[in-house]
């Protein structure tokens, strides 16, 4: 029996919008809680965050006759958008970043037209036709190639993108897939002065990944995917379509809740059984930071194991399915040198069911 092929993410490619929103969003949350212990527990989570930089295309202004958000009003206190206004918004703005970044790929033409193979995931935005037709057409990619779109999952869909690339290039060899996470995060701030609901705001930015898995032994060899859910967890995380926009909910036990349950059989399941030693490189979805202080602890990881997962938490926030993929592409940028060759890899992410995707990886170089 022939062995399947292995596939591998041979390049990735990222894109962020141009503006800094992360001190602005800060000074505009400021104005929305009332009650005064809250709005020092938020400075004081704020200070904790661990972020620097979130990036939008909005552009933030302070309005002298009041606060407004963003140069367009269209976070206008009072007159938040409808869910429609923000679709709208979406089909204008994402195929432009999603082009941004498979720019960043460097592919030719000639590449191009080879793609067989073309997977888009966002949980921020729906359009039709899709992000992945605007994409055949904006690129030119053949009219023929197979396309997938991986819609609403949150956070985790990077994996589950990534799992249908390894699945297309094991049966066909000659696959040669376009892989695209493109989340445009701030479309969704909501108008509240509830504390928990700002505080999940405050991590999300906007950004856009793309990679190409083929065959060919270059990048990351991907070895195997695995996924676990946590009992009685599914209220932790949630993601509804709201009349206006994406409802977010992100409780305060989800940070304990992982811790637990990674230190028991869920982190057993997927390491596969092996200890956290046995691996030299972790991609970890940079959540938030209590997330990721919550996996270096259930784990059991030593310091500086979710370096690369903090610099781009600190640097671009969470951008959902996105943030994965750019944790990987410093990753990939290492080999060679932070990153020794032939290193094996474990890669995670977390999100609504409270669910954990995980996969495991090895770097070629």
């Known amino acids: 029996m022939v062995a399947p092929a292995v596939a591998h993410i041979n390049r990735i490619g990222t894109a962020l919008p141009p503006n800094d929103v992360h001190e602005a969003f800060v000074d505009f949350v400021g104005t929305l809680i009332k009650d005064r212990r809250d709005q ?7 200070g904790r965050s661990a972020i620097d930089h979130r990036w939008s295309f909005f552009t933030p202004v302070k309005d002298p006759d009041g606060f407004t958000a963003d140069a367009e009003g269209f976070y206008r206190p009072g007159a938040f958008p409808s869910t429609a206004r923000r679709m709208a918004r979406f089909a204008a703005t994402a195929p432009a970043l ?20 073309l997977v888009v995931a966002s949980c921020t935005g729906m359009v039709a036709p899709g992000i992945d037709q605007l994409l055949v057409s904006r690129l030119g990619l053949n009219p023929g190639v197979e396309r997938t779109h991986v819609g609403f999952m949150g956070c985790y869909a990077a994996v589950n993108a990534l799992r249908l690339a390894y699945h297309f290039v094991r049966s066909n060899p000659a696959a040669r897939v376009l892989v695209v ?47 676990a859910t946590i009992a009685d967890s599914a209220d932790a995380i949630t993601w509804n379509i709201g009349d206006q926009g994406f409802d977010m909910h992100l409780s305060g036990r989800v940070p304990p809740i992982l811790q ?14 092996q200890h956290p030693d046995d691996y030299g490189v972790f991609a970890v979805h940079g959540g938030g930071r209590a997330i990721l202080d919550a996996v270096e602890a259930g784990l059991g990881l030593g310091q500086g194991a979710l370096n690369w997962s903090r610099e781009v938490l600190k640097d671009c926030g969470n951008m959902s399915s996105a943030t994965l993929m750019f944790v990987l ?18 890669g995670v992410a977390f999100g609504p069911g409270l669910a954990a995707e995980s996969f495991r990886f090895q770097t070629v170089g």
């Open 260 to 273: 637990q349950a990674l230190a028991g059989p869920a982190g057993a399941e997927l390491l596969r059984g």
């Open 329 to 346: 592409q410093r990753i990939m940028a290492g080999i060679g040198s932070a990153v020794p060759r032939g290193a094996p890899g474990f």
């Open 181 to 227: 996470n493109l989340e445009l995060c701030t479309l969704h701030f909501q108008e509240t002065g509830d504390l928990e609901s700002l505080l999940a705001m405050l991590l999300f930015g906007d950004g856009c990944s793309a990679a190409l898995v083929t065959a060919e032994a270059t990048g990351l060899a991907l070895t195997d995917f695995r996924a």
């Open 98 to 117: 999603a082009e941004q970044a498979i720019g960043g790929l460097a592919l030719s033409a000639k590449d191009l037209n080879g793609i067989t193979h």
């Open 40 to 46: 020092l527990i938020f400075k004081r989570l704020v």
